[in-house]
């Protein structure tokens, strides 16, 4: 082989690398990586929220019919238009209009590879020199990687776990300066599993307008609630303040790897027409990949063939897996919960490292845990609230109960000696 240049022209970019660590993906690989393979007893996957690999949270096979009759048909082999095909917007548009006071057209949707693409498009298009976004914390790290490789400055607000997780509203007005352009709501939310009340949703969106910033509605679990709080959708306040609806098929159909998403803007005041966000949103698209044609083509019947027990199966499930969870971290002492989940599939927990020895941290529990239980458990860190835990419940419940006693051992073995 003959010699090469003395110095090659390319090489890999770090921040890539950076910004892929701090992801979910990120941190449950690198767990994955610190599990015993001499143990012979299964994994417990208690910290992702892809439950479609449980027997009990199969979807429905109203969407795998629609699946096989899309791609039967052979017309959707093609390229999809820019914005999704025109049925799959009007179904999302009359599906989202079900929750509202005015109503959304097939124009106000945006077909996205799933939410995460829907996030990397806001990212994009709200950035500008010197912008910030004000994100929750604890939140989903996704937006964090977006605004990172976008420019786009983070400014956190504090979930507060002693009002249910509502969302510090004077923390809002003083993070806030003329350069902010938007903040982001998760509801039902990740990772916390709390659920917000009309109310409170009415003043964050009073909070937004006063601040002249529009409101992105992040709703990838919209109506995976069952607890005493009501869901209601953020894009019933579009009248007061402009709303961005992130939104996908993946965890209400459990079928996150179909990666079908949605950008829906909730605007009927036209600001975001008048201020070139929908222009930016249509030129992201324009310069990006697209959501498969035939997955797109099967969303008209996957919304009208779903039956509702199909939801209230699942959602009965998720209200008994919630219990047992609560139930069973009350028995561990080093784990507290300051509320009860009432929607989506997650719930954080504070670790006491006061009664554990030899474990300093949040992330070293969970490596410890992997490598002598088995068990996977996101660090708290993950999501931005240091020595607290998320842990999922959307899984069997014979899997979730092993899993919280293997937990339970784990904590009684390092627990601090008296």
């Known amino acids: 082989m003959e010699n090469g240049p003395n110095k090659w022209g390319f090489q890999g970019k770090q921040e890539l690398n950076a910004a892929a660590a701090i992801t979910v993906r990120g941190f449950l690989n690198m767990l994955m990586g610190n599990i015993n393979k001499d143990d012979s007893r299964p994994i417990i996957p208690l910290g992702h929220g892809d439950p479609s690999h449980f027997p009990s949270f199969r979807t429905t096979p109203a969407a795998v019919d629609a699946i096989v009759d899309a791609v039967g048909s052979g017309k959707y082999n093609c390229y999809a238009p820019t914005v999704g095909i025109l049925p799959a917007r009007r179904a999302i548009a009359d599906y989202l209009n079900r929750d509202l006071p005015y109503k959304l057209l097939a124009d106000d949707v945006y077909l996205t590879i799933g939410c995460t693409q829907a996030i990397e498009i806001v990212s994009a298009v709200l950035s500008r020199p010197g912008a910030n976004i004000l994100l929750p914390r604890p939140g989903f790290p996704y937006y964090e990687a977006c605004a990172a490789s976008n420019h786009l400055e983070v400014r956190h607000f504090d979930l507060l776990p002693e009002k249910g997780w509502e969302v510090d509203l004077d923390a809002i007005e003083t993070l806030a300066d003329e350069n902010t352009v938007a903040m982001v709501i998760i509801n039902p939310g990740n990772p916390c599993g709390n659920v917000f009340g009309y109310d409170h949703l009415k003043k964050v969106a009073e909070t937004a307008r006063k601040l002249g910033i529009l409101v992105i509605a992040d709703e990838a679990y919209d109506n995976i609630a ?30 996150p790897g179909w990666r079908l998403g949605w950008l829906v803007t909730s605007d009927p005041n036209g600001i975001l027409r008048k201020s070139g966000v929908i222009d930016s949103i249509i030129g992201f698209l324009d310069i990006s990949a697209d959501p498969a044609t035939f997955i797109q083509a099967a969303v008209p019947q996957i919304i009208e063939n779903t039956k509702d027990d199909f939801f209230s199966k699942i959602i009965c499930i998720l209200r008994e897996t919630a219990d047992l969870c609560y139930n069973r971290i009350k028995e561990i002492p080093c784990i507290t919960c300051p509320k009860k989940p009432e929607g989506s599939m997650f719930v954080m927990v504070k670790l006491n490292l006061s009664m554990l020895d030899d474990i300093n941290d949040d992330m070293e529990f969970c490596l410890k845990l992997a490598k002598e239980e088995s068990v996977i458990i996101l660090p708290g860190i993950a999501v931005g609230l240091k020595n607290w835990l998320r842990i999922t419940f959307a899984i069997e419940s014979s899997s979730l109960e092993e899993g919280l006693a293997r937990v339970k051992a784990f904590c009684q073995r390092h627990a601090t000696k008296q």
């Open 226 to 255: 069952f607890g005493s709080t009501q869901y209601v959708p953020m894009r019933v306040f579009g009248p007061i303040v402009p709303v961005l609806t992130l939104g996908s098929i993946s965890k209400r159909w459990i079928v």
